[in-house]
């Protein structure tokens, strides 16, 4: 079973800046999508940015020209650097993948999210 670790997370000031990293552990055969979404308190779960394995990227527009979103397919990792952080940043970070495992079959797994808290 394909399981993805989070880190990264953590408080930041207005303006500050903050890397999120996602591993996928187990063996990985192929990784198509790999994104990001969060939930902020009371709002449902968004899409941050994903990244495809043929290279297609896509952003939320609330965050286009502050993060980038980025991946390794060696380490089955995704990272998203996220820039200019506001206040409406502030929710819990998930990471979702899916692929196929090591015994080709499919899965589609999820982080178990990380804190971003932008406060002065």
């Known amino acids: 079973q394909v399981q993805l670790v989070e880190s990264g997370g953590g408080l930041v000031q207005p303006g500050g800046s903050l890397r999120l990293s996602c591993a996928a552990s187990?063996?990985?055969?192929?990784?198509?999508?790999m994104g990001w979404y969060r939930q902020a308190p009371g709002k449902q779960r968004e899409l941050v940015a994903v990244t495809t394995s043929i290279g297609i990227t896509n952003y939320a527009d609330s965050v286009k020209g502050r993060f980038t979103i980025s991946r390794d397919n060696a380490k089955s990792t995704v990272y998203l650097q996220m820039n200019s952080l506001k206040p409406e940043d502030t929710a819990v970070y998930y990471c979702?993948?899916?692929?196929?495992?090591?015994?080709?079959?499919?899965?589609?797994?999820w982080g178990q999210g990380t804190q971003v808290t932008v406060s002065s």
């Open positions: 979702n993948m899916d692929g196929l495992d090591g015994r080709r079959r499919s899965f589609d797994s």
């Open positions: 187990g063996i990985v055969f192929s990784i198509n999508a």
